[in-house]
């Protein structure tokens, strides 16, 4: 079978993406529905179907009704890209491949013991989705406990958080580099009136010592130039009894990730910030990697939480 170059392109568009993949390696091994491939692969329900029907436009993935349920497999006629996809597969061999068959194998044994889905997920449900289950409804629960006091949002980007803990706080006051962001929250936040924005840049904020009880640092370290002057300008914000909390990507060596958002460095040590944190006075109550990524590749989380003595 010949192909133009436009036909080329997108079948190899089609390949190039790590979910496809995985979905196509399961479907070459059993049979599965849209619910059981999200259970296993832990992508979101609407992704899996999205890629499913690329894959099946393209011929290589079919599929047939069971019940109210559309089980899915690798097809198995000649489809225009299935040439291309055999010598591709012969090749790959993947830590993830792995982990994506064992969990099959469960799953596939959980639909024959007639397991209720939780119990087919028991011991890693934090991996599955199921509706309305997710980490920001939890969230949300957890805030409920929050007694915050004068909170500042360093490099609060356009609010979730401000938006997630204002109800708890007595003030908050977001921070961030970006006019465009900032815009963005004020609009995300108006009516709030215990909540104010300002222009700043996290390596000089414009505020007298001790002004605040919680600091948050959330995901803004990977734009910083100079992350130990951010940290220190954070901690400079803390009053006697104050919190920091810090949420930063480890460090990593996926550069070519990192210039795609942006970021300006490749992530702080768990141990290094650690270090900057209590050279700032604070004392350090956890400093660690508290998760990691589900895809490839596979970037770890550090949360650190430390407080202002009196
Ligand atoms: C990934 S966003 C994080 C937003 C928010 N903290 C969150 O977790 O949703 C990073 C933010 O850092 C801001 N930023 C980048 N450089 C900055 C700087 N030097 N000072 C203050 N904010 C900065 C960006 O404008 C962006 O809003």
Same mark, same amino acid.
């Given at each position: 079978m010949k192909f133009s170059i436009a036909q080329s392109t997108e079948l190899c568009r089609l390949l190039s993406d790590p979910s496809r993949l995985r979905l196509l390696l399961l479907l070459e091994a059993q049979e599965l529905s849209v619910a059981e491939l999200t259970e296993i692969t832990g992508l979101a329900q609407s992704r899996v179907s999205t890629h499913l029907a690329r894959l099946k436009r393209a011929g290589l993935v079919q599929h047939r009704r069971s019940g109210t349920a559309a089980m899915y497999a690798a097809a198995s006629g000649a489809g225009r890209g299935q040439e291309l996809w055999t010598l591709l597969r012969e090749q790959l061999d993947d830590a993830q491949i792995r982990l994506d068959q064992e969990r099959a194998a469960e799953v596939v044994r959980a639909r024959k013991r007639g397991l209720s889905w939780a119990e087919s997920v028991a %011991?890693?449900?934090?991996l599955y989705y199921s509706p309305g289950r997710g980490w920001e409804a939890t969230a949300h629960a957890l805030i409920g406990l929050l007694d915050l006091g004068e909170v500042l949002d360093i490099a609060? %980007?356009?609010?979730v958080l401000v938006e997630l803990i204002a109800e708890r706080a007595r003030s908050v006051v977001g921070v961030d580099l970006s006019a465009k962001l900032l815009a963005a929250a004020r609009k995300r936040l108006r %009516? &709030? &009136?215990n909540v104010a924005f300002c222009q700043a840049d996290m390596h000089a904020l414009p505020f007298a010592d001790g002004g605040f009880d919680q600091v948050f640092l959330m995901h803004a370290l990977s734009y910083a130039r100079d992350p130990k002057t951010a940290v220190a300008e954070a901690a400079r914000?803390?009053?006697?009894g104050g919190r920091l909390v810090v949420a930063a990507l480890n460090a990593h060596r996926h550069r070519a990730a990192m210039e795609a958002y942006d970021h300006v460095n490749l992530g702080v040590a768990p141990d290094t910030l650690g270090k900057w944190l209590k050279a700032c006075g604070l004392r350090l109550v956890q400093c660690r990697v508290t998760s990691r990524e589900r895809r490839p590749p596979y970037f770890e989380v550090i949360t650190a939480l430390a407080v202002r003595e009196g």
């Open positions: %011991g890693r449900m934090e609060c %980007g356009d609010g %009516g &709030a &009136a914000q803390l009053r006697r």
